[in-house]
């Protein structure tokens, strides 16, 4: 099924780490960079990669809902206006990582955080964080579209108008870039004024798409975003992602691997609430640095 796993290094055939941090190429291959020897214990099997100028750096989180831990010493960075995907088994953790990026998993009670994640290279723990600042610059889209009952105008002007906007004039023209933006503009221009609940479920997740990018955030986090939708719903909401990353950073959860592989440009396997492998999209799915992630994308485990 993957004839490059016949060449699979082993850890050990990776380059010097000197040489693959200082990968100086903007929009190049990145460094790809072992985990330092040690760290978690599991040095063996998660490589990773590091970025010069991460959007997002997550060092050493580990998440606990009360007693039971859902992540364990994750690090990874996450490249300006790429698209990462995470990947693995239910259960793995995924979602909960993804909701560490704008902290939504405080709104979950008994959740405990070790570890950081800086955001453009602040914390987003800090204390003196706006909490919905940081939900405004790091927008979410669920796995289920969930349009608010009010019709397609007011879906998309519902965060503008929270941050203050009024004029109508302003509201229009937002609405309708965030609707070009995510592809529905064509399909709902001149039924802005219906039930945002009579579209059909791939123009209900655009919607949400468009609600996301009306508030001009700079990362969009996608929770399994087709995982309801047809093949050809699911088309056009990966053409709007590869369209989208020209000027966002993408982290979308996703169980197809083939979604993975088609759309994103850097994958992380997870595992157990740990990290197994972080590479290029083509790497990790081709030649596997850990038999883990072989495993996995062979369907022998998950
Ligand atoms: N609100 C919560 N309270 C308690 N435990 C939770 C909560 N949310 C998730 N968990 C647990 O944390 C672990 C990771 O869950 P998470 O939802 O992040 O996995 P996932 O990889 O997104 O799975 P799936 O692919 O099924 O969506 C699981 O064991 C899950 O039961
Ligand atoms: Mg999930």
């Known amino acids: 099924m993957t004839p490059g796993l016949a060449q699979r290094p082993s850890p050990g055939d990776a380059q010097p780490a000197e040489q693959r941090d200082s990968d100086p190429t903007p929009g190049g291959p990145p460094g790809a960079a072992a985990r330092p020897?040690?760290?978690?214990?599991?040095?063996?099997?998660?490589?990773?990669?590091?970025?010069?100028?991460?959007?997002?750096e997550v060092r050493s989180l580990s998440l606990w809902y009360g007693r039971s831990q859902a992540l364990t010493d994750i690090a990874l960075t996450i490249r300006r206006r790429k698209i990462t995907a995470f990947i693995g088994p239910s259960g793995c953790g995924k979602s909960t990582l993804l909701r560490c990026f704008n902290r939504l998993n405080d709104l979950i009670d008994g959740v405990r955080v070790e570890g950081e994640i800086h955001f453009e290279g602040r914390s987003v723990h800090a204390h003196d964080v706006d909490v919905n600042a940081l939900r405004k610059r790091i927008?979410?889209?669920?796995?289920?579209?969930?349009?608010?009952?009010?019709?397609?105008?007011?879906?998309?002007?519902?965060?503008p108008r929270i941050q203050g906007i009024r004029q109508r004039r302003r509201l229009d023209e937002i609405v309708e870039q965030a609707l070009r933006g995510a592809a529905l503009w064509g399909e709902v221009a001149d039924r802005l004024e219906h039930s945002a609940l009579g579209l059909s479920g791939g123009q209900q997740q655009r919607l949400c798409i468009a609600r996301a990018l009306a508030v001009e955030p700079e990362v969009i986090l996608l929770d399994e975003p087709c995982s309801a939708l047809?093949?050809?719903?699911?088309?056009?909401?990966?053409?709007?992602?590869?369209?989208?990353?020209?000027?966002?950073?993408?982290?979308?959860?996703?169980?197809?691997?083939?979604?993975?592989?088609?759309?994103?440009?850097?994958?992380?396997?997870?595992?157990?609430?740990?990290?197994?492998?972080?590479?290029?999209?083509?790497?990790?799915?081709?030649?596997p640095a850990s038999k883990q992630t072989e495993d996995y994308i062979t369907g022998r485990f998950g």
């Not at 105008?153 to 519902?158: G, I, L």
């Open 37 to 56: 020897a040690g760290a978690g214990g599991a040095a063996d099997s998660a490589l990773g990669l590091r970025f010069d100028d991460p959007v997002l």
């Open 139 to 159: 927008g979410m889209v669920f796995q289920k579209s969930n349009p608010f009952p009010k019709s397609i105008y007011d879906n998309v002007a519902y965060g």
């Open 230 to 287: 047809d093949p050809i719903a699911t088309a056009r909401i990966e053409a709007l992602m590869l369209e989208l990353k020209e000027r966002y950073t993408l982290v979308i959860v996703t169980h197809n691997m083939q979604q993975a592989s088609r759309i994103s440009d850097y994958t992380a396997l997870l595992y157990l609430g740990s990290l197994v492998e972080y590479q290029e999209t083509e790497r990790l799915f081709i030649n």
